[in-house]
Each structure stands twice: as structure tokens, then as C-alpha cells.
């Protein structure tokens, strides 16, 4: 069955950098877009980054614009986001994600509906 992993979560200092990363198992993702949400303590999830299948378009919240990047191999299925000058709010639990690649994701990417499958979770604390 299909499966996201992630890992490389963990602790850090403000202005610090992580870098996470997720493995996809299970079936081919050739034809789905990859992402990331988070979820911070007593919020609700919300869309981070992803990026097409073919790694040429990425979408981008305002939040992290400009420090975090994206990028995925699409032979190995894996998808990596690279998060620089982090800061305190940037503290949640950061999901995996992947929706298939249709014409509703560019109107639609924000929404955690549309995503077909979703990983465990990984935690990123960011401390002052």
C-alpha cells in the first residue's frame, strides 16, 4: 500500500536551518504532486509548499516564502524541504503529502482535501 515517511525533524534555534525529507512507497507517484502542510499546537493544518510532478511549478505560502524550499527526485519518489531562517512560529508537526496532478490542484492547493495521501508526521521545534 501506498506510504509517506518522513524524517529529519527535530529541534532548533531561532534563525536556525532543517532540512526534511519524505520517502513515498508503495506505487508510483510519477503523476502526483508532493508537499508539505504543518500543524501547530491548537491550529489547523495548513499548506506549507509543494511542487508538480515534473519539479517545474512550485506553490508557496506567504509564510515561508523566500526561506524554505522545495525539491523532489522523481526517480527515487522522494520530496525534501529545505528550511532556512527558521523561526518560533515556524514550530509544528509537518506533514507529508501528495495529491494527483489534475487541473483542481491549481485552484485548490491549499486545501488538505484534495491531498490523496499523508504521512505520519514530523515534529520541528524552533526555540527563542
Known amino acids: 500500500q501506498a506510504q509517506l515517511e518522513e524524517s529529519g525533524g527535530g529541534w532548533v534555534q531561532d534563525g536556525g536551518s532543517l532540512r526534511l525529507s519524505c520517502a513515498a512507497s508503495?506505487?508510483?507517484?510519477?503523476?502526483?504532486?508532493m508537499g508539505w502542510f504543518r500543524q501547530a499546537p491548537g491550529k489547523e493544518r495548513e499548506f506549507v509548499m509543494s511542487?508538480?510532478?515534473?519539479?517545474?511549478?512550485?506553490k508557496v505560502a506567504d509564510s515561508v516564502k523566500g526561506r524554505f524550499t522545495i525539491s523532489r527526485d522523481r526517480f527515487k519518489d522522494t520530496v525534501d524541504l529545505q528550511m532556512n531562517s527558521l523561526k518560533p512560529e515556524d514550530t509544528a508537526v509537518y506533514y507529508c503529502t501528495a495529491a494527483l496532478h489534475t487541473s483542481d490542484y491549481y485552484s485548490y492547493y491549499r486545501r488538505s482535501s484534495i491531498y490523496d495521501y499523508w504521512g505520519q508526521g514530523t515534529r520541528v521545534t524552533v526555540s527563542s
Open positions: 511542487i508538480t510532478p515534473n519539479g517545474g511549478r512550485t
Open positions: 508503495g506505487q508510483s507517484f510519477s503523476r502526483y504532486v
